[in-house]
C-alpha cells in the first residue's frame, strides 16, 4: 500500500452466487440472441444488460488517507457510485472476529480447511462506537498484519477492540438495587 494513493478494498459481490451465475446465463443468451437474431438486435443487448447487471454488481469501500474521506460504494458496470464522508475522529484500527456466515448449509464442514470465524478490520473512533470497515480477512494473522499497514498509512494506531457497552449498570439507572435482593429499609 502506498500512503498517497487512495485505498480500494472490494467487499463483495451484491447478489449471491446462483443469480450471479444466472446472470452470466443470461448474458451469454443474450449474445446468442444477438447472433442468430432470433429477438432483434434490441432484445438481445436487454439480455446482456440485465444479465451483466447481475453478474459484475460488487460493493466497495474507498479511503482516502491524505484528505481522510471514505466511501462506501456499489459498482454497477465499472461505474462507482457512493458519497464520500470525512473521518476525522476515527484514529484507531482494531481487528473483530466474527461467526462466518454459512451460504453453503448442504456440505459438511471441513474443520481443518476453513476457519469457523471471519475477522474485519475496522477504523474506529476512540470510544469504538463508529467503525468503518477496511477489509475482511480469513485469519487472525493476515488481519493483524493487514491492521499495521493501514495503521501506518493511515497515521492511526492499532488497538484492541473494546465493545460499548450497551446498558449502564443498575447503580447508575438510580434503582434501588438492594430493595429488589430482600432488603429491608428500616432496618
Request: proline share 4%; charged share 25%.
Amino acid at each position: 500500500m502506498n500512503s498517497l494513493s487512495n485505498i480500494n478494498n472490494r467487499v463483495g459481490y451484491i447478489y449471491s452466487f446462483p443469480v450471479r451465475m444466472g446472470g452470466y446465463i443470461l448474458a451469454a443468451i443474450g449474445v446468442a440472441v444477438l447472433v442468430t437474431r432470433g429477438w432483434g438486435i434490441f432484445g438481445g443487448i436487454i439480455l446482456i444488460l440485465v444479465g451483466l447487471y447481475f453478474a459484475v454488481t460488487f460493493a466497495g469501500i474507498l479511503i482516502d488517507p491524505t484528505s481522510k474521506s471514505v466511501r462506501h460504494y456499489t459498482s454497477y458496470y465499472g461505474l462507482r457510485y457512493g458519497a464520500w464522508k470525512e473521518y476525522p475522529t476515527y484514529s484507531h484500527i482494531c481487528v473483530i472476529k466474527k461467526d462466518r456466515k454459512r451460504k453453503r448449509f448442504y456440505q459438511e464442514t471441513d474443520t481443518e480447511s476453513e476457519s469457523p470465524y471471519l475477522f474485519e478490520v475496522y477504523l474506529a473512533s476512540r470510544s469504538f462506537r463508529g467503525k468503518v470497515l477496511l477489509e475482511i480477512c480469513d485469519n487472525r494473522e493476515t488481519a493483524e498484519f493487514r491492521a499495521s499497514r493501514y495503521a501506518q498509512d493511515m497515521t492511526a494506531s492499532v488497538a484492541e477492540y473494546d465493545p460499548p457497552s450497551r446498558t449502564k449498570p443498575s447503580r447508575e439507572r438510580g434503582s434501588n438495587r438492594h430493595q429488589s435482593e430482600g432488603f429491608d429499609d428500616d432496618l
